[in-house]
């Protein structure tokens, strides 16, 4: 009994002469995306998180006056639910234009890398489009630029590092939110019963 031939092993990846640069000033600003956005992350839910809860206090207090008494409900706790609600969307809007601006950065960065590690030559790059897709451009990028240089993950875990973090503090943040809204209404609630 004869084995089948086996076939014979991919083609090394192309790789670039010793002491091609594997970063470059764009790539790095791509990697630096996710961490500012952590940054202004923590700085919303610092901003916001007194505005919520007191919001949240103004709707308990709303709600056990008009279970109370619904025909003497005080005019001027609406008017201060209006006064409560205005940073926050304020605060709202511009973290969202902010966190847009990072995103044309992050695409507009991405490409300019392509572009930049095509000069330096290496002859596979991961196509800058991936960057719609943040994080995945600079994984991606790290990966295609190890295989062919043998370095080149700093920016990846970078990257990752911060993308986990905001990810992790936004379910921590969210998670307190909530328990702090129930909070206030079961506090409001007990002294009513």
Known sequence: MTLPPTS????????????????TGWGWVTAWIPVTSLVLTIAMMWMMSAAMLDWFRRIAVMVVAQRADPSTLDPSLYSGMIGTVMPFTVAS???GLLGWGLYALGV????FDYTELGRLGYPRRFHW???FLNPV???GRAVVVHRQAGAGWATMWLAVGATVASLLLSLIWSFWLVFAALNEFSVLYGTMA
């Open 8 to 23: 014979p092993s991919a083609p090394p990846s192309p790789a670039v002469p010793p002491g091609t640069p594997v970063h």
């Open 93 to 95: 809007i511009a973290f």
């Open 108 to 111: 507009v960065a991405a490409h």
């Open 129 to 131: 489009a991936w960057s």
């Open 137 to 139: 451009y600079p994984i």
